[in-house]
């Protein structure tokens, strides 16, 4: 099984941004999933893209404000979160699937591995 370690999170003001960064040794031959779960809610896949990098998505939630992107040449996903508001605040996921080459979906039972996850906390 993959292992996945999320970095970035922390503390920010509304309206900050953050960069949070998926990584693994072989995280290039996965497609990738960001998720969130905010406390008393259910996890909310945010974001994935296809391991050739070719497919995004976004929940409507967070469209214009997130953006995924992967860089082959380090084996990382980041995560660029902006206009960072409250409602953000969770433990953010990522998570890995063998079978997403050429498309990309945030349902979670697709994902094979999944990271511990990094806080996310919007507060002033």
């Keep these: 099984q993959l292992q996945l370690v999320e970095s970035g999170g922390g503390l920010v003001q509304p309206g900050g941004s953050l ?5 693994a040794s072989t995280l290039n ?20 893209i296809s391991s050739r990098g070719t497919v995004k998505k976004y929940v409507d939630s967070v469209k214009g404000r997130f953006t995924i992107s992967r860089d082959i040449a380090k084996n990382t996903v980041d ?5 960072l508001e409250p409602e953000d605040t969770a433990v953010y996921y990522c998570a890995a699937s063998r079978v997403m080459r050429n ?16 806080q996310v906390t919007v507060s002033s």
């Design 19 to 23: 960069r949070l960064t998926c990584t």
């Design 29 to 48: 031959l996965y497609g990738i999933g960001w998720f969130r779960q905010a406390p008393g809610k259910e996890r909310e896949g945010v974001s994935c």
């Design 79 to 83: 995560l660029d979160i902006n206009s």
């Design 103 to 118: 498309h990309c979906s945030t349902d979670a039972p697709k994902f094979d591995s999944w990271g511990q996850g990094t």
